[in-house]
């Protein structure tokens, strides 16, 4: 049964860092991984999805990398805006399932 | 709007009720998920549909929890006899041929 996990639970960072968040997956037999975020109240944004035979997948400011053997994920936010407040969950399949399953979030701040 | 839509977005009712919700994919989806998140977790999956069939359903989908996609384009989730624990939010996602699932904007059950 694939459980993921993220740390921390919450962060709060001054505009302008670089700041990376983690996820950790049991299941490593995966095939993808999807990054999400969601503002409060909403859906959930699709951010980016990883293939198993990737390494890394970027999008504008966002770099997500994928280690297999070890079971991580990280999504990397360059140069962070106020506007990127919102939590950002990770989402991995069962071996070649589709139905995914969810990290519990993490919430970042950005402070101007 | 050519993401997945999902009516209504809020919807109370009262405890012994029976609740509908309904979700349109993105058209050339074939693919149709149902998750539930609570407060501050992650989504949880329910069910999973690829066209019209049913693929796969969560021991959370309880025998008062039931959906279909009849034609293989929009998706209900019915559940009856409502509980104050079926309160969460109901989101709907869908994914092509690539296993990136989209999400819509979900439907908040409060059971009074």
């Known amino acids: 049964k694939q459980e993921v996990t993220q740390i921390p639970a919450a962060l709060s960072v001054p505009e302008g860092e670089n700041l990376v968040l983690n996820c950790s997956f049991t299941d490593s037999a995966i095939y993808n991984l999807q990054w999400f975020r969601q503002d409060p109240g909403k859906g959930l944004t699709s951010l980016l999805l990883i293939q198993s035979s990737q390494r890394e997948q970027t999008s504008g400011r966002l770099n997500a990398s994928l280690d297999k053997s070890s079971g991580r994920s990280t999504l990397y936010i360059a140069a962070s805006q106020p506007g990127d407040s919102a939590t950002y969950l990770c989402?991995?399949?069962?071996?070649?399932?589709?139905?995914?399953?969810f990290g519990s979030g993490t919430q970042l701040t950005v402070l101007p | 709007d050519t993401g997945v839509s999902q009516n209504p977005r809020h919807k109370i009712t009262k405890r012994g009720q029976n609740v509908t919700f309904r979700c349109d994919p993105i058209s050339e989806h074939n693919r149709l998920y149902w998750y539930r998140q609570t407060l501050g977790q992650g989504p949880e999956f329910l069910t999973y549909?690829?066209?019209?069939?049913?693929?796969?359903k969560s021991r959370l989908l309880s025998d008062r929890f039931s959906a279909e996609r009849p034609k293989g384009s929009f998706s209900t989730l019915e559940i009856q006899r409502t509980e104050q624990g079926d309160s969460a939010m109901y989101l709907c996602?869908?994914?092509?041929?690539?296993?990136?699932?989209?999400f819509g904007p979900g439907t908040r059950l409060t059971v009074l």
């Open positions: 989402a991995a399949p069962e071996g070649s399932a589709r139905q995914l399953t």
């Open positions: 549909f690829q066209n019209e069939a049913q693929l796969e």
């Open positions: 996602a869908s994914s092509g041929s690539g296993r990136m699932q989209f």
